[in-house]
């Protein structure tokens, strides 16, 4: 079974990533369930595939319910450096970072449900036993995940406008430019970054300013980030930030920040 362990590995880290958000994370739960599985009797395991998938979600969901009630925290992207980011897009062994943020508010048996049905089509009969429910209760709560999943902010497809329009951001932050800015929020923007929340297009703007001075010193390089258009930022070869953008209609309607250094780190390794 652990041979067949390392042979599922990339799926079951794909597992955990999208239940637990965490790159980190999700490497801890596949180290905690392989050594479930070197301990278990498994001569009686006749999909091997389906029982791994079980275990890995028994960890994650152990690993949701024992997280402690936090300020709101970035979950990992992909980010993608790549000189035309343009050309990218994100695969399907990744999510797009506004799944990841809605997937991060959902309460853990809503996304295990969720991410179990609707990513891995895991049916709800072996479902509900990882939840306590009956598969009724598991198809509810993956209804209820659904509803939350599909009025998530769905950015522009076409990279290369995201990126004009990261591109006017940025140029009116670097040049103090109000007007400029207002112009190119939406007037409900959401600007997130670790515990700090702002919302409106006026004072996303005027926060934004603020920018204009570190932009003087910073290296500015345009990415992919979680399938939207951003950029990171260094100073002095290390990074410091990474802000992505999730742009509607011509507008931004939310920009994420990272500015934690282990986990931009993890990410740009």
Known sequence: MLAQFEQERTRLRAVAHRVLGSFT??????QEAWLRVQRADTSEVDNPAAWLTTVVARVCLSMLRDRREHAFEMPDPVIDTAEQPEHLAVTSDELGLAMLIVLDTLKPDERLAFVLHDMFAVPFDDIAPLIGKTPAAARQLASRARRRV??????????PKQREVVRAFLTASREGDLKGLVAVLHPDVVLRAGALEIIGGRAVAERARLFRRFAATAEIRFAVIGGEAGFISRVGGAPVSAMAFTVRNGQVVAIHVIEDQDQLASLLA
């Open 25 to 30: 994370e999700a490497d801890d739960a596949l």
């Open 150 to 159: 599909q009025d998530r902010p769905v950015p522009d497809v076409d990279l």
